[in-house]
């Protein structure tokens, strides 16, 4: 189960942090992303770490936006700075949960709603 917080309403330029916590019986957590669905338009990846720390993202939010991850706390977190009105979105976290013995899950998070104002 994925637990995302940190929605809002916020100004242009303004920050905002989300964050997202994995509960359950896994082992540990491989990869972890962000996601985001403007309405109207398909949903996509804008930021990825992977188990190891690295990370990667969609070019519009690259400078802007950081990705980081708590392995202890089996929390992600997207850190939101200089946010533009187009960044306005519902915002959802993807983690790849490993179970051991192979088994893996990809859960996501409910969405948290990010609203720009200019």
């Known amino acids: 189960q994925l637990q995302a917080c940190g929605e809002g309403l916020v100004q242009a330029w303004e920050s905002l942090r989300l964050t997202c916590t994995a509960s359950?019986?896994?082992?540990?957590?491989?990869?972890m992303g962000w996601y985001r669905q403007a309405p109207g338009k398909e949903r996509d990846l804008i930021a990825h770490?992977?188990?190891?720390?690295?990370?990667d993202y969609l070019d519009s939010v690259k400078g802007r936006f950081t990705i980081s991850r708590d392995n202890a706390k089996n929390t992600v977190y997207l850190q939101m700075n200089s946010l533009k009105p187009e960044d306005t979105a519902f915002y959802y976290c993807?983690?790849?949960?490993?179970?051991?013995?192979?088994?893996?899950?990809?859960?996501w998070g409910q969405g948290t709603e990010v609203t720009v104002s200019s």
């Open positions: 993807n983690v790849d949960l490993d179970y051991g013995r192979g088994r893996r899950l990809i859960s």
């Open positions: 359950g019986n896994f082992f540990s957590i491989n990869a």
């Open positions: 770490i992977s188990d190891g720390g690295d990370t």
